[in-house]
């Protein structure tokens, strides 16, 4: 998705929270959650790998994403996956800054 999505003001995300892109907006088949983790934001697919809950309801600090439903731990950059019960990373997305608004670029990894 070239041009990407806008998924709205960055002051709309606040600290320690995210917001999800619906799946049906995505294209790829999965809801996007977009985190704000002190200032950074990134975008991961939305479900976790170990079983279906929203990482958007997890808890975000440092770097990371905590899984809601059995604590299962994501890289917020990478996607990665870093503690058990997850064993599979989730797909991370690219995300830029324009004049004030996130945008998404579903199916691209993130740049640096």
């Known amino acids: 998705m070239a041009e990407g999505i806008n998924a709205g003001p960055v002051a709309d995300i606040e600290e320690g929270e995210a917001i999800v892109i619906p799946a049906d907006q995505t294209g790829t088949g999965d809801n996007i959650a977009v985190f704000n983790d002190e200032g950074n934001i990134y975008a991961l697919d939305d479900t976790c790998t170990h079983e279906d809950a929203s990482l958007a309801d ?3 600090e440092d770097g990371e994403v905590e899984c809601p439903l059995h604590s299962a731990r994501f ?4 996607g990665t996956a870093l503690c058990m019960p997850a064993t599979v990373a989730v797909k991370p997305h690219r995300v830029e800054i ?3 608004d996130v945008w998404v670029f579903p199916g691209e990894a993130p740049q640096g």
């Open 98 to 100: 324009r004049d004030g």
């Open 75 to 78: 890289c917020l950059k990478e």
């Open 58 to 60: 997890g808890y975000i």
